[in-house]
């Protein structure tokens, strides 16, 4: 199993999602709005946040567990829906994931995801 992280646009989630949704028996996805820099530490950029005298630039965070065989497949739908050629554009982060547990059934490994 791998785990995706992906920083976003915020203005691209749907997108992004909407492609996710096509590919069959996605797990699911968590979605988190998120804050930071990156490079350009955030200077220039029209959204930023300013706090404590740094700035951040909103994003959101998608985190998905996938099955092995799905990885590509989930890589692909989220920088191609993802992709707008600027800065910013985001990154994705790819993760081993020992193990998993769903709490309702209490079934262990693949068979929980």
Do not use: C, W
């Not at 804050?35 to 630039?57: A, N, P, T, W």
């Not at 909103?58 to 692909?76: F, R, S």
Request: proline share 4%; charged share 30%.
């Amino acid at each position: 199993m791998k785990e995706i992280k992906a920083i976003i646009q915020p203005f691209m989630l749907s997108k992004v999602v909407d492609a996710l949704h096509k590919i069959p028996e996605l797990p699911g996805l968590t979605v988190t709005k998120v804050q930071g820099f990156g490079r350009e530490k955030g200077k220039g950029s029209l959204h930023r946040i300013v706090e404590d005298l740094i700035d951040y630039v909103p994003k959101v965070k998608l985190e998905i567990i996938v099955h092995d065989a799905m990885l590509d497949a989930v890589v692909q739908a989220i920088t191609d829906h993802a992709h707008t050629g600027n800065k910013g554009d985001g990154k994705i982060f790819i993760y081993d994931v020992k193990d998993a547990i769903r709490i309702k059934t209490r079934e262990r490994g693949e068979s929980a995801v």
